[in-house]
């Protein structure tokens, strides 16, 4: 996770010392300098550089500098860069780095972990589904596979007002579930506090195993994708959309299958047909 993200899905308080350092840590090319010379700039002691590291969920100072490494090289990689250059932009080496991610997957994701979460979902009355611009199609994918299981879901908008009347009616028997896929949208952090507030459970997926996000969500799932650090399919997080319908499925298989046989049946009240397969 780069340091913009985590300072971005931080909602901790800090001294009037700490943000001196922030706004130190965020003015530049920051990574290369100790923490003695950023109080220094700051007008503070080095202590308070290592408080704020630990604040934001770092073991130390050398964990933060290590991430803002991270959003320097980003932007120096960004330009110019040829996608997937260095794995191979041929079929066989993408689809194989694909499959490496996917075989992976139950490493990072215990299935305790998965059915966890799916329990908290099959107890909600209403899910909310929060996800930056770039990650819609991950987010829209998974409220349709829980509304197959007749589940109510409730898809947040973009901009803060559109985002505040679809979450007024979150309340103790809601689930929120937000997506932090490379970055974590900013507003993320607000609403898994406001729903902590209201006494609902809240549901993080993130693609940067060993992540700590705060304030922390009633579950974190974290799956690493692809290994080419530019180029990341959405393919994992949309296998753990799968794999969570399948949990809550079977958490209560005569209830789903109720609820799709239902929604099966009005489709055809409404006029749809049935699939017609293809045929060579």
């Given at each position: 996770?780069?340091?913009?993200?985590?300072?971005?899905?931080?909602?901790?308080?800090?001294s009037?010392?700490?943000?001196?350092?922030?706004?130190?840590?965020?003015?530049?090319?920051?990574?290369?300098?100790?923490?003695?010379?950023?109080?220094e700039?700051?007008?503070t002691?080095?202590?308070?550089?290592?408080r704020?590291?630990?604040?934001?969920?770092?073991?130390?100072?050398?964990?933060?500098?290590?991430?803002?490494?991270?959003?320097?090289?980003?932007?120096?990689?960004?330009?110019?860069?040829?996608?997937?250059?260095?794995?191979?932009?041929?079929?066989?080496?993408?689809?194989?780095?694909?499959?490496?991610?996917?075989?992976?997957?139950?490493?990072?994701?215990?299935?305790?972990?998965?059915?966890?979460?799916?329990?908290?979902?099959?107890?909600?009355?209403?899910?909310?589904?929060?996800?930056?611009?770039?990650?819609?199609?991950?987010?829209?994918?998974?409220?349709?596979?829980?509304?197959?299981?007749?589940?109510?879901t409730?898809?947040?908008?973009?901009?803060?007002?559109?985002?505040?009347?679809?979450?007024?009616?979150?309340?103790?028997?809601?689930?929120?579930?937000?997506?932090?896929?490379?970055?974590?949208?900013?507003?993320?952090?607000?609403?898994?506090?406001?729903?902590?507030?209201?006494?609902?459970?809240?549901?993080?997926?993130?693609?940067?195993?060993?992540?700590?996000?705060?304030?922390?969500?009633?579950?974190?799932?974290?799956?690493?994708?692809?290994?080419?650090?530019?180029?990341r399919?959405?393919?994992?997080?949309?296998?753990?959309?799968?794999?969570?319908?399948?949990?809550?499925?079977?958490?209560?298989?005569?209830?789903?299958?109720?609820?799709?046989?239902?929604?099966?049946?009005?489709?055809?009240?409404?006029?749809?047909?049935?699939?017609?397969?293809?045929?060579?």
């Open positions: 996770m780069s340091f913009k993200a985590v300072v971005a899905s931080s909602t901790v308080r800090l009037a010392s700490e943000e001196r350092v922030m706004n130190v840590l965020m003015s530049g090319t920051m990574s290369g300098i100790p923490a003695a010379e950023v109080a700039r700051a007008k002691h080095e202590s308070t550089v290592v704020l590291a630990k604040k934001l969920g770092y073991r130390g100072y050398p964990d933060l500098r290590n991430d803002l490494r991270k959003d320097e090289t980003e932007i120096t990689e960004h330009h110019g860069g040829v996608m997937r250059g260095d794995s191979g932009y041929d079929l066989s080496a993408f689809v194989a780095d694909e499959i490496l991610a996917l075989k992976r997957l139950p490493h990072f994701v215990p299935q305790e972990v998965l059915d966890a979460a799916a329990r908290t979902l099959h107890e909600s009355q209403t899910i909310y589904l929060f996800s930056r611009e770039d990650d819609k199609p991950t987010r829209d994918l998974l409220a349709r596979r829980l509304r197959r299981l007749g589940l109510t409730v898809s947040l908008g973009t901009t803060p007002k559109d985002m505040a009347e679809r979450f007024a009616s979150f309340d103790s028997n809601s689930t929120l579930i937000g997506l932090a896929l490379r970055e974590a949208p900013s507003q993320l952090a607000a609403l898994v506090s406001e729903a902590a507030r209201r006494g609902g459970k809240t549901i993080l997926l993130s693609d940067v195993p060993g992540y700590r996000f705060r304030p922390s969500p009633d579950h974190l799932i974290t799956a690493r994708r692809g290994d080419d650090g530019e180029y399919t959405q393919l994992v997080p949309i296998m753990l959309a799968y794999s969570l319908q399948l949990a809550i499925f079977h958490l209560d298989p005569a209830r789903y299958r109720a609820a799709r046989d239902a929604i099966e049946d009005l489709t055809r009240l409404l006029g749809g047909a049935d699939e017609i397969p293809l045929r060579a």
